[in-house]
């Protein structure tokens, strides 16, 4: 399992016959205005022409569809969602999905199992069926099978057994897509009000800004519903949303569902999103949202008891061998990393706002300063994550087959018109490797000032001095630094992070 993701960016004047690439074209005025006015857009510091996305099996490594077909079923879908007769089907659905959302959270063994992945819970798929499926008769004998210890590969998408053989003939009509489940459950506590944390998930704007190393794109499509009290109490709307991880290898996900909150009587809030992909018919589904969420409970005036549930079904064929493991066990998407980001957010918001903050030298840094600081690392962090993720707007290609690099991906754009800097283009080269060394080993080697200038390029083989730092959260090694190279007029800002197990280094 890969515990350190890293993707070094590099800025260069390339020879794009080299690698067997057409150069981009120039922007013109209205690609121009567009792209700055488009706040949605996969890097605010990156234009990506438009080019057709490659197929799973080809050097591309995101079957997502290009953006702007993404924006045509976006359009489509909002008109859609319009009707009366949609609108009542959209209801029910939400209503059945928040009822599911909380019996998933109370509920325990044998519903719920532990397992050897971190301690993830994850569900018992024969329990699920029980509780919520509607079966019919062949269900029941498959389920009989299964508990008889009969072949159980009916569930799986790589599954290789043949029905038509010593089985009822009714069992060979059966035809299950070839998508994979994965489902996870997380209960922690985070410092923040329940009103807080329903306004940041209901807020498209605000979901996307905090969980941009998950989110890459989003669109509110409609409201069904609207509050009535002033609160996002009973509040319904339909999205769409592209989900990623920080690797071109590994496709993103993008699905339309509705979004629906709910206050119960005893205070505790309900947000659950469920896809809409089976009330509106799509060609071929790759990523479907089973009712997946939260439930919040306030924990007196110290914050809120979260238990985050995520459950869904992906198309994972494409996927790169390099991260098989932790996608289908349903680590990389977990409800865990949901947690973990929103605990992140509201670190920084406790940095940010704390009147002082010293270092390990004394050195007192103003609020404004820090706050600043804080700002410059986040938009940074932001802007890596965004341009080496693997959305609808990052094509991404191989080298080709003379370079003998597999894994090596590349794309490259126009930069946006900065005032004093010259225009020019970029070009992106990501790749992912597995290191056989402990995770934190890896991570004290590229944090550390003695040892960066035999890996980072910008030092130019110098060592490296932290001037000064702010430390964010309880770990001390979570921190954004400012780093001169010794002899050089070179500054850098470093973030160091811990989402949940991967450590960042940007």
Sequence with gaps: MVGLQEAPRCEIEVNYNQFGANPPPEMNPVEDYFVQNNENSGSPLLYNPSSPQNSPGSESSTNAKPDHMNRASDLLMAVSIGAGLNKNKIIEQAVEAMEELFKLAIMGEPLWQHNGNGGMETLNGFQYLREFGSFDATMEQIMRMVEVGEPQCFLSSDCNCNFDQDVPSSFSKLNFEPLNIETSRETAFVEMNPMNIVQLLMDTKQWATTFYSIVSRTTLLGVILENVDGSYNGVLQVMSAEFHQRTPLIPARQCYFARYCKKHTNGTWGVVDVSLENLFPYPQVQFRRRPSGCVIQEVGNRGSKVTWIEHVEVDNRSLHPLFR?????????????????????????????????????????????RESLLKLAEKMTKNFFNNINSCSENVWSGLPQNFAAQDVRLRYGNILKVPGKPSGNIVIFTTSIQIPVPMEVLFDFLRHERTRNRWDLLSNQRHVRELVYVSNGENPKNRVSIMQVNGSALCLIRHLGKEMEPWEVS
């Design 325 to 369: 493991p932790i996608v289908s066990s349903g680590f990389a998407f977990s409800a865990k990393r949901w947690i973990a980001t929103i605990n992140r957010h509201c670190q920084w918001l406790t940095t940010s706002t704390a009147r002082t903050a010293p270092t390990t030298d004394g050195v007192l840094i103003p609020q404004e300063g």
